[in-house]
């Protein structure tokens, strides 16, 4: 059963600001944090287990959809805090490892960091197939964000209608980036030292 909360107008006014700075400060951040290394930490771990959490995030989108589809905003409202949560442990692993860790190079097969003449002519399609996968889930993992702040912040301010309509666009669009996120980690997983 849908449980509908009253629309308060005030909790939209007041993090509407916020909402609109981490839209914009998250990736400014996130490019900053790629000039950053910090030697001497293995976190080499990290790419499976944010690719796990990428996963439960899709998931629990899917599920968040099935469960309003079916009236209950309960579970509904459970899956996209537990989806909201999984995202934000991803981008923490994500930039823990990027800081911490040398490129990986897809078709790397020495593993040596440098892809040379024979490695590339290895790949074949499988590279461009891998680097579209991979820039269209970096462009819209930037292009998420706003998306998923402000549809949260409809439905926890209770503009159901607001929120309805910006749903349908990010639904898509988060679950895109957390089911290719997990197809980028497989295509690449291959190649870490």
């Not at 005030?10 to 790629?34: G, N, T």
Request: charge should be positive.
């Amino acid at each position: 059963m849908i449980q509908k909360k009253p629309y308060r107008p005030e909790i939209e006014k007041k993090f509407k600001p916020i909402a609109i700075i981490v839209s914009i400060i998250v990736p400014i951040v996130v490019a900053l944090l790629f000039t950053v290394k910090i030697d001497g930490v293995d976190l080499s771990f990290l790419p499976s287990v944010y690719a796990a959490i990428n996963a439960g995030v899709a998931l629990f989108l899917i599920l968040a959809v099935r469960a309003i589809k079916k009236g209950d905003s309960v579970n509904h409202e459970r899956f996209i805090k537990t989806a909201v949560i999984g995202s934000l442990l991803f981008l923490v692993g994500y930039i823990a490892y990027h800081i911490t860790s040398s490129t990986t190079y897809y078709g790397d097969i020495n593993k040596d960091g440098i892809l040379n003449d024979l490695e590339r002519n290895n790949l074949g399609a499988s590279a461009s197939i891998y680097y579209f996968i991979l820039f269209t889930h970096i462009i819209l993992s930037i292009v998420v964000i706003p998306f998923v702040c402000f549809t949260y912040l409809r439905g926890w301010a209770g503009n159901y209608a607001k929120h309805k309509k910006i749903a349908r666009y990010t639904f898509p669009l988060w679950l895109y980036v957390a089911v290719s996120g997990v197809v980028v980690y497989l295509m690449i997983s291959p190649f870490y030292s």
